[in-house]
C-alpha cells in the first residue's frame, strides 16, 4: 500500500522527453490531457491553467500550438516537466533528464531546475552521473558504487569532507590526487589525498620537483599533469606551465587526506 501511494504522489521525468511526447499532439494538448485524466480543470479555466504551466517552465502561450518535433532538445524537456506538474506531485524523479542536451544548453536548465525547485517547494529526487550538476543543484547528495551507498551528506561536506577514495575521486574535476605516503615522505602505509588546487601553497611544508606531462589552459586556470611515483596527477595553477618542463610545488600538510590503503576508507 505504501509502494502504491508513493506511486501516485512521484511524478517521473525520463531522460528522453521526446520518446514520452505524443508526437501527434500540440504541446498544450499534451499538457491538457494530463489536466483531463487527472479531472482537475474544464472550460476556459483549463485553457488558462495550461498557459500557466507553459510559462511556469518558461515557455509560452504561442508554444501551445507547436509540435514536439519543432521544439529543441531544452524545450522538450520544459514540456515534459509542465505536464508532469499537472498534477501537483509531492514527489518527482528525475532520471539524467539533461544528459542528451548540449553543454551551453545544460547549463540553463540546470538554473531552471532549480528556480522551478525553489518554486513548487516539493522534493526532487535527480539521478545524474554528472558531479557538477549533483554539487550545483543538490541540497543532499546520495554517492552510489555499484548500488552502495558511499555517502549521504550536503554538497560541501562531501566535497570537503568524503567518507572513502571513491568519494573523493568521483567529486570534483579534476579529482583528487592519490599519492602514497613514500612519495613525498611521509607513513608509506597510508595513501593519501589532496585537492589540485591545494597543491601551490606558498606556505607549504612539503616541497616537490614533478616533470610536466601535459598542460590545459582553461580561461584564467592552468592544468598541469604529471607523476608523483606511480600516481597520476594534477594542479590547479595561475601561471604559464611548459610541458617537459620540471615544476615546483608546495604543500601543505594540513591539507592532505589520510586514507586506509586496504579499504579505501577515510582516516
Do not use: W
Not at 511556469?56 to 531544452?74: I, M, Q, T, W, Y
Not at 616533470?211 to 611515483?229: C, H, Q, R, T
Not at 595561475?238 to 600538510?253: C, F, R, Y
Amino acid at each position: 500500500n505504501e509502494k502504491k501511494e508513493f506511486t501516485k504522489r512521484a511524478q517521473i521525468i525520463f531522460q528522453d522527453p521526446y520518446s514520452s511526447l505524443n508526437p501527434r499532439m500540440t504541446v498544450g494538448d499534451i499538457i491538457g490531457e494530463g489536466i483531463d485524466i487527472h479531472k482537475l480543470y474544464t472550460g476556459k479555466e483549463r485553457q488558462e491553467k495550461i498557459y500557466e504551466l507553459l510559462e511556469l517552465v518558461g515557455l509560452n502561450r504561442e508554444h501551445a500550438l507547436r509540435f514536439p518535433h519543432e521544439f529543441s532538445g531544452g524545450q522538450r524537456q520544459r514540456v515534459a516537466l509542465g505536464r508532469a506538474i499537472v498534477r501537483n506531485p509531492k514527489v518527482f524523479l528525475m532520471d539524467e533528464p539533461l544528459s542528451n542536451l548540449d553543454a551551453k544548453l545544460r547549463v540553463q536548465m540546470r538554473s531552471e531546475i532549480k528556480k522551478l525547485h525553489e518554486k513548487l517547494q516539493t522534493t526532487f529526487i535527480y539521478v545524474t552521473h554528472d558531479q557538477t550538476e549533483a554539487l550545483t543543484m543538490g541540497d543532499r547528495i546520495v554517492v552510489l558504487n555499484n548500488g552502495d551507498i558511499q555517502q549521504v551528506d550536503s554538497p560541501e561536506e562531501i566535497y570537503n569532507n568524503p567518507a572513502n577514495t571513491f568519494v573523493a575521486g568521483f567529486v570534483g574535476s579534476p579529482q583528487m590526487n592519490f599519492i602514497n605516503g613514500s612519495d613525498i615522505g611521509l607513513d608509506e602505509n597510508i595513501l593519501y589525498g589532496i585537492r589540485p588546487e591545494k597543491m601551490t601553497k606558498p606556505d607549504g611544508d612539503i616541497k616537490l620537483n614533478v616533470n610536466v606531462d601535459i598542460s590545459e589552459m582553461l580561461g584564467s586556470e592552468k592544468i598541469a599533469y604529471f607523476n608523483i611515483g606511480e600516481n597520476k596527477c594534477s594542479a590547479k595553477l595561475d601561471a604559464d606551465v611548459q610541458i617537459g618542463k620540471t615544476l615546483e610545488l608546495t604543500i601543505k600538510t594540513s591539507d592532505l587526506y589520510k586514507f586506509d590503503k586496504q579499504t579505501g576508507n577515510r582516516i
